[in-house]
């Protein structure tokens, strides 16, 4: 993946790089952003064609990546990630990842589940995934939350995935996982952030709701927006027939969404992604 400042010669310099050693592009995506000036290129390429591994790799490429200005990285598919799932009491989001996962959907690692109520454990152990129970005091998150990065630390977390975690997690965490930890909104963000966002639709009469996937950070539903994806309402719905319509909607954004950033389709701008799907 490589973001630079747009400019003549970047693709002829990178593919010129990788014939010079044999190496076999298996896909290739690249993008000019005209109103920001900058230029993203994202590659896939047969690590058996190569003759080093991926340090070898970095070492070699380092001086046309200084040459452009590169912000770049190179990764193993072969190695899987780990995915620490997070989530509260609602079972959709989290019964549809450890299905996708069981089934081989999903080519990840799952170390654990962590959350803050009791409710999913005979579900998540049945899959044969450690699951810990970490109460929250809204008195004194703080302990909680120091236990809950213990563990994510403890398990090697690569990937933290809030599949309806009822909290907001501390700044910490969220900038010490940047662009690690992916959140599903039930709602089509930036409207309606905050809770309930389905009452605010209904009252608003709206015609489509939707969900959000998003990278978490600080500021709250305010992350890069991953993927996204919509379903048709009309006034015959009531607030619970858009519950149940929106949950569907959101299991299969939040599924998507840890799809993409598996396979390291995701590419951070600003607080913009492009998604090379």
């Given at each position: 993946m490589i973001a630079c400042p747009d400019g003549v010669g970047i693709v002829a310099k990178v593919s010129n790089f990788l014939a010079t050693y044999n190496g076999w592009i298996t896909e290739a995506n690249h993008h000019s952003d005209h109103q920001s000036g900058w230029f993203f290129m994202r590659h896939e390429i047969r690590a058996d064609s190569l003759p080093f591994d991926l340090d070898g790799f970095r070492q070699a490429f380092a001086p046309i990546a200084r040459e452009f200005s590169m912000?770049?990285?190179i990764t193993d598919s072969e190695r899987r990630k780990r995915v620490v799932l997070m989530a509260s009491r609602e079972s959709h989001c989290l019964a549809d990842l450890l299905h996708r996962w069981h089934s081989g959907e999903l080519d990840c690692d799952i170390p654990c589940v962590i959350s803050n109520h009791d409710d999913l454990r005979s579900m998540?152990?049945?899959h044969g995934i450690p699951y810990f129970h970490v109460p929250v005091d809204p008195a004194n998150k703080q302990e909680a939350f120091a236990e809950v990065t213990r563990l994510?630390?403890?398990q090697r977390a690569d990937v933290?995935?809030?599949?309806?975690y009822m909290q907001?997690?501390?700044?910490e965490l969220c900038d010490e996982f940047a662009q690690r930890v992916i959140n599903i909104h039930h709602s089509f963000l930036p409207s309606f952030v905050g809770a309930k966002p389905y009452h605010q639709a209904s009252l608003r009469g709206?015609?489509?709701i939707g969900a959000t996937c998003h990278y978490v950070t600080e500021e709250l539903d305010a992350g890069p927006i991953i993927e996204q994806d919509v379903v048709r309402v009309s006034h015959r719905d009531s607030i619970e027939d858009m519950v149940r319509l929106g949950k569907d909607v959101?299991?299969?954004v939040l599924s998507r969404g840890l799809r993409y950033h598996l396979e390291d389709r995701v590419l951070v701008h600003s607080n913009k992604t492009l998604v090379f799907n």
């Amino acid at each position: 993946m490589i973001a630079c400042p747009d400019g003549v010669g970047i693709v002829a310099k990178v593919s010129n790089f990788l014939a010079t050693y044999n190496g076999w592009i298996t896909e290739a995506n690249h993008h000019s952003d005209h109103q920001s000036g900058w230029f993203f290129m994202r590659h896939e390429i047969r690590a058996d064609s190569l003759p080093f591994d991926l340090d070898g790799f970095r070492q070699a490429f380092a001086p046309i990546a200084r040459e452009f200005s590169m912000e770049w990285r190179i990764t193993d598919s072969e190695r899987r990630k780990r995915v620490v799932l997070m989530a509260s009491r609602e079972s959709h989001c989290l019964a549809d990842l450890l299905h996708r996962w069981h089934s081989g959907e999903l080519d990840c690692d799952i170390p654990c589940v962590i959350s803050n109520h009791d409710d999913l454990r005979s579900m998540v152990e049945w899959h044969g995934i450690p699951y810990f129970h970490v109460p929250v005091d809204p008195a004194n998150k703080q302990e909680a939350f120091a236990e809950v990065t213990r563990l994510v630390r403890e398990q090697r977390a690569d990937v933290i995935v809030l599949a309806r975690y009822m909290q907001i997690l501390p700044a910490e965490l969220c900038d010490e996982f940047a662009q690690r930890v992916i959140n599903i909104h039930h709602s089509f963000l930036p409207s309606f952030v905050g809770a309930k966002p389905y009452h605010q639709a209904s009252l608003r009469g709206v015609k489509l709701i939707g969900a959000t996937c998003h990278y978490v950070t600080e500021e709250l539903d305010a992350g890069p927006i991953i993927e996204q994806d919509v379903v048709r309402v009309s006034h015959r719905d009531s607030i619970e027939d858009m519950v149940r319509l929106g949950k569907d909607v959101e299991k299969m954004v939040l599924s998507r969404g840890l799809r993409y950033h598996l396979e390291d389709r995701v590419l951070v701008h600003s607080n913009k992604t492009l998604v090379f799907n």
